[in-house]
């Protein structure tokens, strides 16, 4: 899990969780797939822009910003927090559940609410460049508008037909959420194309006395493999 923790950190330019390395070796190998559709997922929630919110309002209060700077901000972020509620109002069915997003159309309301929220997210993502441009968590607050922007693009707008899409209703918010059905290729070129080698052990791999199985499922056709005994009955 922290691997590809990791991995996803550093594709969004976040950040990493593990120091530099040249090659990995995965244990109970067997959960790889589970492990990357989880990290390698979307998710676009009321939560996550509530969290964006009061980070910012946070590092607010470690500016030198004029009083019509500060101010313009602010607007911004109410902006974001207003437009978010009703966008996400449009999900909130009557008692928490689980239920699968259709494709097609959205209605023209939603759709205005979606356009006011993108809007509000890119006016931070500028004002956290132009005001301060040295300081790095006002930064990281753009960077955090903007892929907030692309998961929600991804969630809502040309849907990739390798993807599934559901929306879980909780008590206090709303979670859009989108994973790939199959992680082969996204494996292929994030992990087994980079050059570095890749070790895969795990009792429960192989598949009637073979590997072919899990090869195609984690995408790394032409590996080396090695099938030991058990040594247990």
Not at 39 to 65: H, I, M, N, P
Not at 100 to 112: C, I, M, T, V, Y
Request: glycine letters at 8%.
């Amino acid at each position: 899990h922290l691997f590809f923790a990791d991995l996803a950190l550093k594709e969004r330019r976040f950040g990493q969780v593990l120091p530099h390395y040249d090659s990995v070796i995965f244990d109970e190998a067997h959960q790889l797939e589970e492990s990357v559709t989880q990290y390698f997922g979307v998710s676009v929630s009321s939560f996550r822009v509530r969290e964006l919110y009061r980070d910012a309002v946070k590092e607010l209060q470690y500016t030198r910003l004029k009083t019509a700077e500060l101010k313009g901000i602010r607007g911004i972020l109410e902006r974001i927090l207003v437009s978010s509620d009703r966008m996400f109002s449009h999900f909130n069915r009557k008692g928490p559940e689980r239920y699968r997003l259709a494709s097609g159309q959205f209605p023209s309301k939603l759709l205005s609410e979606i356009e006011l929220f993108f809007l509000s997210l890119d006016s931070l993502k500028r004002e956290t460049e132009a005001v301060q441009p040295g300081r790095e968590g006002f930064l990281q607050l753009g960077e955090r508008a903007s892929a907030i922007k692309e998961d929600l693009s991804l969630l809502l707008g040309q849907r990739p037909t390798d993807y599934v899409f559901w929306c879980d209703v909780r008590e206090n918010g709303v979670i859009l959420s989108a994973n790939p059905l199959k992680v082969s290729d996204l494996l292929q070129e994030r992990l087994f194309s980079t050059g570095f080698p890749a070790v895969l052990t795990s009792a429960t791999l192989s598949t009637c006395g073979g590997f072919d199985y899990i090869e195609d499922r984690l995408g790394m056709k032409g590996a080396e493999t090695l099938l030991l005994g058990s040594p247990f009955d």
